[in-house]
């Protein structure tokens, strides 16, 4: 796959609204709180850096929308440490997950969270 390819993420048709209140609160929905401003500031904050956008977008392009660090690794003019820091970002924000296998770490998308996240844009 030709990793300058841009792809939709995909979003789940329907989200708990209990979780994605938990989450994301609708930020045109009223005034947020301050700890649900926090919140969802993490998450935007997270994708405000092209390379994590990117790197959001190969994953989710993916087998399986997982990858391998060593996977990434050939697709950016990064280093490993670099991207294995954006993607912990991305992991803090509570968009992937991360598996161990032996020696590498594998990151899987979390649909729900960029269905919440689209949520807490579009109430």
Do not use: N
Not at 5 to 26: F, K, M, S
Not at 55 to 78: I, Q, R
């Amino acid at each position: 796959m030709d990793a300058t390819t841009i792809h939709a993420l995909p979003l789940l048709d329907r989200v708990d609204d209990a979780a994605a209140e938990a989450c994301c609160p609708p930020i045109l929905g009223g005034v947020l709180s301050e700890d649900e401003a926090e919140q969802a500031a993490r998450v935007f904050k997270a994708l405000a850096d092209p390379t994590r956008v990117r790197l959001l977008s190969m994953v989710a392009a993916s087998a399986d929308h997982e990858a391998c660090v060593c996977d990434l690794t050939g697709s950016l003019d990064l280093s490993q440490p670099t991207i294995s820091h954006h993607l912990k970002v991305l992991k803090d924000a509570g968009l992937l997950e991360r598996e161990r296998r032996g020696s590498w770490a594998y990151y899987r998308l979390r649909p729900e969270a960029l269905a919440v996240l689209s949520r807490a844009l579009c109430p």
